[in-house]
């Protein structure tokens, strides 16, 4: 059946208007959107039912339809959030939660090589995702590096739940082949049954290819194939000598076992064997080192990794290959810029911080200290402003516990320009009043009309000062023109 002629691209799909195109494939478009109910940013990924037949209609709905029962049953902080499905004329669409960052993939096509702490960050928090999937009655059968997000505060997001297996679910039938050669399973290549422990075999392809720079298993997709099922891969130790130690070898080796019922049989077994051959605890994100290791983009040119496009899921889809960035290669490296102590403030006094909120963040709080401290010259607004970044109550209390009232003498004294920002600061960790509160309802009701009420009403309970507050009405416009002149309005900058 030949294909129909296809429609204009939509403004506006359901409830979100459509901010920008963030990628393309053959069947659809992703885009950034917002949701004017909530004032959300999401990203909307479709396709284009006007460019199919109606065998590949079925087909490709069915798989788009299983992605929003998969993923919107999962709430876990490592797995991408599916809001909605969708339809609209010639569109089927997920509202999907809008992520900032790079796929593991692109830091292999940069060159970046990861060592031992941060290949097990990695596999830590990518098992401890996998677990919450499986316990849920899911699993995702398609775990590669594309579809593991890296975003820029050192935590990962599993995404692209399109090929994933639900308990419940008929889509997938015994016989049917669904994956990506090399980091398919021996099972999902004979199209025998598939089941969670599939996931555990492509995991253990991800941490082979983290520590070796290259993946077990090469060649055609014919040869891969034939390698996944009948040979065994050299130990990671042996690929890269000088680098890979035997400590993971046969961690890697049992998660690559031919057989399901021979490899780990959960992936918090996985992850309990990774920290006990590191012999260390896992640190809860990426180093800062690795993270600038692939620039984060501006938020003009951002294409944030998000699940992949449809594709046929009748044959295996080939692994795409990334455009390499102009005029560098492979192997290239990016200088990692050295962070300097911001003016005004003692590098002993911002060490000890960093090393306070690393307790609870891992590397990355160096980064989150230094930026943090060219925003603030007071010391306690630095602490309310780290604090943010800290998801646990008990931890975000246990670190502002933390703060000796003797590092108050490591910030610089005061300059004229410094001590309007620290009173402008000090207003803004203020306890928040029902005074500021319509206040900045006022400023908010310029640009969102009586939902600013609502907006306000929602956010006063969660906010821990004031500047917590300004944050959370900013969140609800969605033009960044306006969100930065709201902020200028309230004293955050």
């Known amino acids: 059946m030949t294909k129909r002629k296809a429609s204009a691209i939509p403004a506006q799909l359901g409830k979100y208007t459509i901010a920008e195109v963030l990628g393309k494939g053959a069947m659809g478009v992703v885009y950034k959107g917002f949701d004017p109910h909530i004032r959300r940013t999401v990203a909307l990924k479709t396709i284009r039912k006007d460019l199919m037949d109606d065998e590949q209609e079925a087909t490709l709905l069915a798989r788009f339809h299983n992605e929003a029962q998969a993923a919107g049953r999962l709430s876990h902080p490592g797995i991408v959030g599916v809001y909605e499905w969708g339809e609209e004329a010639d569109v089927a669409f997920l509202a999907m939660e809008y992520v900032e960052g790079n796929s593991l993939r692109d830091y292999f096509v940069r060159g970046t090589r990861f060592d031992g702490k941060d290949t097990v960050s990695v596999m830590a928090q990518l098992l401890d995702a996998l677990q919450h999937a499986h316990e849920q009655g899911v699993w995702h059968r398609d775990i590669k590096p594309a579809n593991i997000i890296v975003m820029k505060n050192g935590r990962l997001k599993i995404a692209d739940f399109g090929i994933a297996r639900i308990d419940s679910s008929n889509l997938t039938q015994i016989g049917a082949i669904m994956g990506t050669p090399g980091y398919m399973s021996p099972e999902q290549y004979s199209g ?8 555990i075999f492509s995991a253990g392809v991800v941490m082979y290819q983290l520590l070796t720079g290259e993946r077990p298993f090469t060649g055609s997709a014919e040869t891969i194939a034939y390698k996944v099922c009948h040979e065994k891969p050299r130990l990671p130790s042996e690929v890269d000598p000088a ?41 809860p994100t990426l180093s800062e080192e690795t993270i600038l290791n692939v620039p984060v983009r501006s938020s003009a040119q951002l294409e944030p990794s998000q699940p992949s496009l449809p594709s046929r899921p009748s044959h295996p889809s080939q692994p795409s290959q990334p455009s390499q960035p102009q005029g560098s290669s492979p192997g290239a490296q990016t ?22 909120l690393a307790r609870h963040l891992g590397p990355v709080a160096k980064v989150l200290v230094r930026r943090g401290a060219t925003q603030t010259a007071d010391i306690d607004q630095l602490y309310r402003m780290l604090a943010e970044d800290l998801p646990n109550p008990d931890e975000r209390a246990a670190f502002l516990a933390a703060r000796p009232q003797a590092m108050k003498a490591g910030v610089a004294v005061d300059s004229p320009a410094t001590a ?23 400023r908010l009701a310029a640009y969102l009309g009586p939902i600013a009420k609502v907006a306000a009403k929602k956010a006063a309970p969660l906010a821990s000062s004031r500047r917590h507050f300004y944050l959370l009405l900013a969140e609800n416009l969605a033009n960044p023109t306006d969100r930065s002149q709201f902020l200028h309005d309230v004293g955050v900058e």
């Not at 399901?260 to 896992?282: C, G, I, K, S, T």
């Open 192 to 199: 025998t049954t598939v089941d969670w422990r599939a996931d």
């Open 243 to 283: 680098r890979c130690t035997e400590q993971f070898d046969a961690v890697v080796m049992t998660a690559l076992a031919k057989k399901p019922e021979e490899r780990f049989q959960e992936a918090r077994v996985f992850r309990d064997a990774v920290l006990e051959a590191h012999a260390a605890p896992a640190n």
């Open 335 to 356: 200088p990692v810029p050295k962070t300097v102590p911001p003016t005004g403030w003692d590098a002993a006094t911002l060490k000890q911080i960093e090393q306070q």
């Open 420 to 442: 309007t920002a620290r009173a402008a600061a000090t207003s803004l960790t203020m306890q928040l009043t029902p005074e500021a509160i319509e206040q900045a309802t006022k």
